[in-house]
């Protein structure tokens, strides 16, 4: 069982940045895709980054330019650097980790990112 945990979060002003990590235990990262979420007061969940395990990655248009996923496989890792954050950027942000073609997949307990003046 793989267990997820997030860190970073917290408040930044308008045009700040901050730095998400997932950290994981349980199980290597390796085989596994990782996706950060975030889900906004009142809205569904949402894609925000994917990275596959041969580190191919994709963007949500919003964040595209703004946002970078990485992974390190061998720290057992994977991170969001966001910059320019804006207000529309707020919302809890979920670490995830799918296993391709089979049923595991396993969601951290989420980091608040709060963007306001």
């Known amino acids: 069982q793989v267990q997820l945990v997030e860190s970073g979060g917290g408040l930044v002003q308008p045009g700040g940045s901050l730095r998400l990590s997932c950290a994981a235990s349980g199980g290597s990262l390796s085989v596994y895709n990782m996706a950060w979420y975030r889900q906004a007061p009142g809205q569904q969940r949402e894609l925000v980054a994917s990275?596959?395990?041969?580190?191919?990655?994709n963007y949500a248009e919003s964040v595209k330019g703004r946002f970078t996923i990485s992974r390190d496989n061998a720290k057992n890792t994977a991170a969001l650097q966001m910059n320019s954050l804006n207000p529309e950027d707020t919302a809890v942000y979920y670490c995830n980790a799918v296993l391709r073609g089979t049923v595991f997949e396993y969601w951290g307990q989420g980091t608040q990112v709060t963007v306001s003046s």
């Open positions: 990275i596959s395990r041969s580190s191919s990655t």
